[in-house]
Nanobody, 123 residues
């Protein structure tokens, strides 16, 4: 069984930066897709960024391109989301997720989730 633990959320002013971390433990060898999702109140969960564990292919939602960077540290079994130039509309609960079957850009691929971490951007 795989467990994902996120950290790094918090309160930041618009234009500021945060870095989220997600460390996996357990049987992670099959989890080739790692992603960061977010969900704001009253909105659907959306895929913000994703990365393949082998090869490091990346995907970004249009709303975060040029501002967010996803990366991985295979030795630490950790995925990061570096968020710069944060905007109030980035406010949401951010979830780390992992999946083993399907395309890494597809929500349906992800079947293992972290507990979520709150990111609040003040104007």
């Amino acid at each position: 069984q795989v467990q994902l633990v996120e950290s790094g959320g918090g309160l930041v002013q618009a234009g500021g930066s945060l870095r989220l971390s997600c460390t996996a433990s357990g049987r992670t060898s099959s989890m080739y897709a790692r992603g960061w999702f977010r969900q704001a109140p009253g909105k659907e969960r959306e895929l913000v960024a994703a990365i393949t564990w082998i090869g490091g292919s990346r995907y970004y939602a249009d709303s975060v391109k040029g501002r967010f960077t996803i990366s991985r540290d295979t030795a630490k079994n950790t995925v990061y989301l570096e968020m710069n130039s944060l905007k109030p509309e980035d406010t949401a609960v951010y979830y780390c997720a992992a999946g083993s079957v399907g395309g890494f850009r597809e929500l349906s691929t992800y079947d293992t989730w972290g507990q979520g971490t709150q990111v609040t951007v003040s104007s």
